[in-house]
């Protein structure tokens, strides 16, 4: 499974580095220590914890979110495969984003919950890219 560092959750979840420090401080989210000493995030703790956020749950009323060119980069925080076809939730910052893509897509990019991913929006069709 993936893990993030704290500045790479911050970057998901559309915070400050010092904000996302203070939640797993907080225990808000779990962290644990790599081999360097580096705090990392679980990816499925991260995904849940993104949901959590985006539904106001510990989210700064004062931070501002932007998309630069249609681009969301966030977190898989769902997968849902079906036999040809799937579909994928991504909560970047405070944007849950789903697309409709074939299975075979899912799966060429690797895409499953606590993947970070980036959301690429135009007009009505919304595409996943692996980050």
């Known amino acids: 499974m993936q893990s993030y560092t704290i500045g790479q959750a911050a970057r998901l979840l559309g915070v400050s580095p010092d904000t996302a420090r203070r939640w ?75 697309s409709l893509l074939t299975r075979e897509a899912v799966e060429e990019l690797g895409l499953e919950v606590g993947v970070q991913a980036t959301a690429r929006v135009k007009s009505t069709s919304v595409h996943i890219d692996r980050a």
């Open 24 to 98: 797993a401080d907080a225990g808000r989210v779990a962290t644990h220590r790599d081999e360097g000493g580096r705090r990392l995030i679980d990816g499925r703790d991260l995904a849940a914890f993104s949901v959590e956020v985006a539904q106001g749950g510990a989210g700064d009323s004062d931070v501002s979110y932007t998309s630069a060119r249609n681009a969301f980069p966030g977190i898989v925080t769902a997968v849902k495969l079906g036999d040809v076809a799937a579909q994928v939730e991504i909560q970047a910052g405070p944007h849950r984003l789903v």
